[in-house]
């Protein structure tokens, strides 16, 4: 990952906005945010004085549940599921993407090691 995608994904998961705030930019009641929070949809920050601090990363994740719920029809159970699946497709995505980039460097390797050795390529 690049120094700006981190650098975005920081700033991102900076905690931001009280809870009263955050339900206004997301249209929903705090006391919503409270129940999304208990049954674990969402996980804001706490300030030293045990204040709620939602993040711009949170602020989207409850945009995509109200999304879910409101639009969708999408009941909590399944927005729970819905959150479990893309967790675990971001995991696997991944570590694909890690696979792709150790062949790739094995690739390479290789294509030095022909290139400086272009005789042993006759053996292969």
Known sequence: MS???NNSNDKKDRPLYVISVAAELVDMHPQTL????RKGLIEPSRSTGKT?????????????IRR???EL???LAGVEEVIKLRKRLSEL????????DNIHEELQAALIRRALN???????
């Open 3 to 5: 120094k700006e995608t």
């Open 34 to 37: 409270r129940l999304y929070e």
């Open 52 to 64: 709620r601090l939602y993040s711009q990363r949170d602020i989207e994740h409850l945009q995509e």
């Open 68 to 70: 879910l719920t409101q």
């Open 73 to 75: 029809g999408v009941n």
């Open 93 to 100: 995505q991944g570590k694909l993407e890690d696979q792709i």
């Open 118 to 124: 272009p005789a042993s390529s006759d053996d292969d």
